[in-house]
């Protein structure tokens, strides 16, 4: 019988912690920045507060499941095995979109800033060289691949700490030093806006769970990682909005609002700080593109292992590296697609597959553990119906806001995952009735 593909369990708390901060790119902080702030009115650190309790609800559920499930399907799995497996495929098939396009998004932007600094150099051969070493660090290996993130998210903290200190030099006078906490002149409606858009900056903490066949102790170390990153981001993200509206208490004028974070720092420390903050950008870009392309390798080999996908391909370990080197090659040539696509594009299938699987995972949790295992005392309801229920409401109030092409292009995707799996059921009952007739002949 032949043995069951598995990965090595390497990593360790710290290091999938690490994964889970690239991943989510700290600097995306920057990288928003003026959309966040248009769309909160300048109110980004209430913004970023009300973001950070709207998902927390589903960063715990992540970790509920992953206690429940400790191996590396993420979402897919969770829905598979706590609600039904057909829906645990569309959930899958909708999560291949996030990770997929992650790369993409990664590879694109390096691209961007990369020819914007050196215009000699087509934009085409910095993708294809990203991603290319994007590739090999992947074919290394998971913890290889942690350790080189570690330095990379600890330079973009670096970074956010000396952005803060230069706003703590330049502080004035405070006359109310908890106006950007309490403020009340903005409407709700007005930072709820911008909470929609912030709440995608935290994407990439659920990438981690990928990672659970990988890593030492995963029922403890997961739902730790979990928490751990939230916390961390929410620092990154509240503490230099907090200094930014002390120190500039009225509204700016933003020349460009897709490069309002340069515009920011420059206004902070000037062009030297500008210099280095492309610097650290593009590292971050880097790092997230090494992440991402984890994540979905890992995804993709649990679906071939349970057959969804062929397994011959996509459930293979390379017997010396021990990853899933086939996956990652695929990926590689998937993220050729930067390429040609559009940014926005891109972006726009990330947001659907990252909050259909959100949806479905705090409904896993109240499937899994209300009503299979039915613990329903006056906590169990509290932990296992009342909080997932008002993170699925939040997911999808959030999904409500996507725009009508991101809602197209995502039912688009999951028809033709409804076709695929049509097909492929098709041929696996085909294939077991020829198999069958061919045993009773030999009888």
Same mark, same amino acid.
Request: with cysteine; aromatic share 12%.
């Given at each position: 019988?032949?043995?069951?593909?598995?990965?090595?369990?390497?990593?360790?708390?710290?290091?999938?912690?690490?994964?889970?901060?690239?991943?989510?790119?700290?600097?995306?902080?920057?990288?928003?920045?003026?959309?966040?702030?248009?769309?909160?009115?300048?109110?980004?650190?209430?913004?970023?507060?009300?973001?950070?309790?709207?998902?927390?609800?589903?960063?715990?559920?992540?970790?509920?499941?992953?206690?429940?499930?400790?191996?590396?399907?993420?979402?897919?799995?969770?829905?598979?095995?706590?609600?039904?497996?057909?829906?645990?495929?569309?959930?899958?098939?909708?999560?291949?979109?996030?990770?997929?396009?992650?790369?993409?998004?990664?590879?694109?932007?390096?691209?961007?800033?990369?020819?914007?600094?050196?215009?000699? =150099?087509?934009?085409?051969?910095? =993708?294809?060289?990203?991603?290319?070493?994007?590739?090999?660090?992947?074919?290394?290996?998971?913890?290889?691949?942690?350790?080189?993130?570690?330095?990379?998210?600890?330079?973009?903290?670096?970074?956010?700490?000396?952005?803060?200190?230069?706003?703590?030099?330049?502080? @004035?006078?405070?006359?109310?030093?908890?106006?950007?906490?309490?403020?009340?002149?903005?409407?709700?409606?007005?930072?709820?806006?911008?909470?929609? /858009?912030?709440?995608?900056?935290?994407?990439?903490?659920?990438?981690?769970?990928?990672?659970?066949?990988?890593?030492?102790?995963?029922?403890?170390?997961?739902?730790?990682?979990?928490?751990?990153?939230?916390?961390?981001?929410?620092?990154?993200?509240?503490?230099?909005?907090?200094?930014?509206?002390?120190?500039?208490?009225?509204?700016?004028?933003?020349?460009?609002?897709?490069?309002?974070?340069?515009?920011?720092?420059?206004?902070?420390?000037?062009?030297?700080?500008?210099?280095?903050? =492309?610097?650290?950008?593009?590292?971050?870009?880097?790092?997230?593109?090494?992440?991402?392309?984890?994540?979905?390798?890992?995804?993709?080999?649990?679906?071939?292992?349970?057959? /969804?996908?062929?397994?011959?391909?996509?459930?293979?370990?390379? @017997?010396?590296?021990?990853?899933?080197?086939?996956? /990652?090659?695929?990926?590689?040539?998937?993220?050729?697609?930067?390429?040609? /696509?559009?940014?926005?594009?891109?972006?726009?299938?990330?947001?659907?597959?990252?909050?259909?699987?959100?949806?479905?995972?705090?409904?896993?949790?109240?499937?899994?553990?209300?009503?299979?295992?039915?613990?329903?005392?006056?906590?169990?309801?509290?932990?296992?119906?009342?909080? @997932?229920?008002?993170?699925?409401?939040?997911?999808?109030?959030?999904?409500?806001?996507?725009?009508?092409?991101?809602?197209?292009?995502?039912?688009?995707?999951?028809?033709?995952?409804?076709?695929?799996?049509?097909?492929?059921?098709?041929?696996?009952?085909?294939?077991?009735?020829?198999?069958?007739?061919?045993?009773?002949?030999?009888?």
């Amino acid at each position: 019988m032949r043995e069951e593909a598995k990965l090595p369990r390497t990593l360790s708390l710290t290091q999938v912690v690490f994964l889970g901060l690239a991943w989510m790119t700290p600097m995306i902080y920057f990288s928003i920045y003026g959309i966040a702030y248009d769309s909160s009115s300048g109110m980004l650190t209430q913004a970023y507060l009300l973001a950070f309790v709207a998902i927390l609800f589903t960063a715990y559920s992540y970790g509920l499941m992953s206690v429940a499930h400790p191996t590396s399907g993420s979402a897919y799995t969770y829905v598979k095995k706590s609600v039904h497996p057909y829906l645990g495929f569309l959930v899958g098939w909708a999560l291949l979109l996030d990770y997929l396009f992650s790369p993409i998004i990664a590879c694109l932007t390096f691209g961007i800033y990369m020819h914007a600094q050196f215009p000699v =150099i087509p934009e085409y051969a910095w =993708i294809i060289g990203i991603n290319l070493v994007i590739t090999l660090v992947n074919v290394k290996g998971a913890s290889f691949s942690a350790n080189l993130s570690k330095w990379f998210v600890l330079l973009q903290i670096g970074f956010i700490a000396l952005f803060c200190a230069l706003l703590i030099r330049n502080l @004035p006078t405070l006359h109310d030093p908890l106006a950007p906490l309490l403020q009340t002149t903005i409407p709700i409606a007005s930072i709820l806006s911008g909470v929609s /858009i912030i709440c995608f900056s935290f994407l990439g903490f659920d990438s981690i769970t990928t990672m659970a066949e990988e890593t030492k102790n995963a029922k403890k170390n997961i739902p730790r990682a979990i928490g751990i990153i939230i916390i961390i981001a929410s620092i990154l993200y509240v503490t230099p909005s907090y200094l930014t509206q002390l120190v500039f208490p009225k509204a700016i004028a933003f020349a460009d609002i897709d490069a309002a974070g340069l515009q920011i720092v420059k206004m902070v420390g000037g062009a030297a700080l500008g210099t280095v903050f =492309i610097a650290v950008l593009l590292f971050a870009i880097f790092t997230q593109g090494v992440s991402s392309v984890a994540s979905v390798s890992r995804l993709m080999f649990v679906m071939g292992r349970e057959r /969804i996908l062929p397994p011959r391909c996509f459930a293979y370990v390379h @017997p010396k590296l021990k990853t899933p080197v086939v996956n /990652i090659l695929i990926v590689a040539i998937v993220s050729l697609l930067s390429l040609v /696509i559009q940014l926005d594009l891109a972006v726009k299938f990330v947001n659907f597959g990252a909050l259909t699987a959100f949806f479905f995972v705090n409904v896993s949790v109240v499937s899994h553990y209300y009503a299979r295992e039915r613990r329903r005392s006056f906590s169990g309801t509290l932990l296992y119906l009342i909080l @997932p229920t008002l993170g699925a409401g939040i997911v999808g109030w959030l999904f409500l806001l996507l725009s009508k092409d991101a809602l197209m292009m995502g039912l688009a995707w999951l028809l033709a995952g409804i076709v695929y799996n049509a097909r492929n059921t098709a041929f696996a009952k085909g294939l077991l009735a020829r198999r069958k007739l061919q045993a009773r002949k030999g009888a």
